[in-house]
């Protein structure tokens, strides 16, 4: 059975490019590539990034029940396709969603076992800076994305695994030991070496449990009243 990774942040956290150091650094991991209504931005590609689809197609594949979970997100359509968790076990590799808050609630029904990890950014301010600096957005449309992230923020209490994405390499560091301590979780009964052993444990700090108490200065940002005040 494979292990599947969800992972969901707010758009401007950093998201992508942690989920492209993972894939360099683990091996049989498949990439869910989502179907989607919107239109491509910049030099994304068509079956890379995404499949670019025609509402028409995508509602097709929903009545055809070819969605393993798809939502509505700002406005677009998005789905994971059941053919990709199907490809990923025949290779016997574990497979990658990056999807929404609503995605990850669907996948976590049905499939209890998936580790969700959610990935935050380090404050509200380096958002704002990333969303801009990025410069694909207008400003009407980053203002919505920092009001969508504190809602989804709110949300990290039912994810496995929390990631503060401060520093890209240490932050995908972590994102690799969160998968590999995943798998060496599997094979427990095969008992585990001092390294493995220690692997498991950089891991668990992001556990949720382990997690809340750097979450609330970030959540705090976010707050309106923090904001008005500045
Ligand atoms: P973007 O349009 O910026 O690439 O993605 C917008 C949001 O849609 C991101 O939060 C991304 O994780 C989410 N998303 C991408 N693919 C899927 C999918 O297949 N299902 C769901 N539920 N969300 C998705």
Known sequence: ???????SAPSGSGKSTLVNELFKMVRNLDFSISYTTRLPRGSEQ???EYFFVSREEFEAMIAADEFLEHADVFGNYYGTAKRFLREAEARGND???DIDVQGAKQIKQRIPEAVSIFILPPDR????WRLRNRGLDSETVIRRRLDTARREIENYSKYDYILVN???????????????????????????????KRLVETAQACRLDQAREQVQPILASFNPQTVDGN
């Open 125 to 128: 301010e380096k958002l704002e």
């Open 1 to 7: 059975m494979s292990i599947v990774y969800i992972v």
């Open 166 to 196: 401060n520093l890209l390499e240490q932050s995908a560091d972590q994102l690799k030991n969160i998968v590999l301590a995943e798998r060496l979780n599997k094979k427990r009964g095969a008992g585990l070496s001092e390294d493995e």
């Open 46 to 48: 068509n079956g890379k």
């Open 95 to 97: 497979l990658l969603l």
